[in-house]
């Protein structure tokens, strides 16, 4: 998708493409980002656990 910016859900810390979160539905996106994580399993992931992260993909640490 030529010029599609990735962004990030305020709410989840999902990165998002589009103008919708597709993991909590929130509009609240913004495109300023620094560090990411990659949660493959999250039943697996220590992370995702504390970080309250359910779905697998990507997500900011830090908006
Ligand atoms: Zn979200």
């Known amino acids: 998708?030529?010029?599609a910016k990735e962004k990030v859900c305020r709410v989840c810390k999902r990165?998002?493409?589009g103008n919708e979160c597709d993991n909590?539905?929130?509009?609240?996106?913004?495109?300023r980002s620094s560090g990411l994580i990659i949660v493959v399993d999250?039943?697996?992931s220590?992370?995702?656990k504390e970080l309250?992260?359910?779905k697998a993909g990507a997500y900011?640490?830090?908006i």
Do not use: D, W
């Open 46 to 48: 220590e992370i995702a």
């Open 15 to 17: 990165i998002v493409v």
């Open 60 to 62: 900011a640490t830090k």
């Open 24 to 31: 909590c539905g929130s509009t609240n996106l913004t495109i």
């Open 1 to 3: 998708m030529p010029g």
């Open 52 to 54: 309250g992260l359910k």
């Open 42 to 44: 999250p039943e697996k």
